[in-house]
Structures are given as C-alpha cells and as structure tokens.
C-alpha cells in the first residue's frame, strides 16, 4: 500500500473493518461505488476515527484510479473493458479490488507489532 506516515496496528484493524463493510454494501447493492460504499460504512460504526479513516480510504482508492474518476471509467480508459450494460461484472470487478485492498492492508497488520 502507497502510504505515506506508517499506520498504526490499530489503524490498519479500522481501516480492514471499514473496507469488510463496503465490500458487504457493495455485494447488497446498497451501494455501487466503493467510496461511496466506504462512507456507508463509516456512518455506520459512527465513531470519530472511522472518518479519518475512511478518508484516508478514499484517498488510496483515487490515487489507484488516477483521473479516470471512477472504476468504471479506469476500466474502458486502461483496459478498453465496457461496463455500461455489465452491472454485474463492474460489482464483482469492485469486490476483487476491496478484497484485494484488504489483502495489502492484512500483510501490513502481520508486519506491525501490535504495540
């Protein structure tokens, strides 16, 4: 993960807990946008840190997908894939990428000391 302070043991666990709850809102439909979806979930849990976090979410997400804006537009522009039509592809698109990011966030945990 791009980052550029070191996130704390405690900061890595919030941010996997909020990207579990928008990956679950984007498999529900509730949401179609994972930043959207990450807000979802931040107001969800409700507590302050949750904000910070889900901006600092928010930030990796558009760094990843530069200009293009959206998922879907990052999908046409680099790799020439439609997603006007194939709302079920672009979800399961969505749900790789959290599942991916909570992957890279899970190998950070396992490289901090808890402390």
Known sequence: MDSKRNLSHEELR?????LKGARFRIKSEAHEFLCLAIRGAATEYGYSEC?????????????MI????T???WLYTHHRLPSLGYPDRTRKTRIAW???????????I???DPA
């Open 51 to 63: 904000w910070h976090a889900a901006a600092y979410l928010s930030d990796w997400v558009h760094k």
């Open 98 to 108: 959290v599942s991916w990011m909570i992957q890279q966030l899970q190998e950070e």
């Open 14 to 18: 919030l941010l996997v807990t909020l």
């Open 71 to 73: 998922l879907d537009s």
């Open 66 to 69: 530069g200009d293009s804006g």
């Open 110 to 112: 396992n490289n901090v």
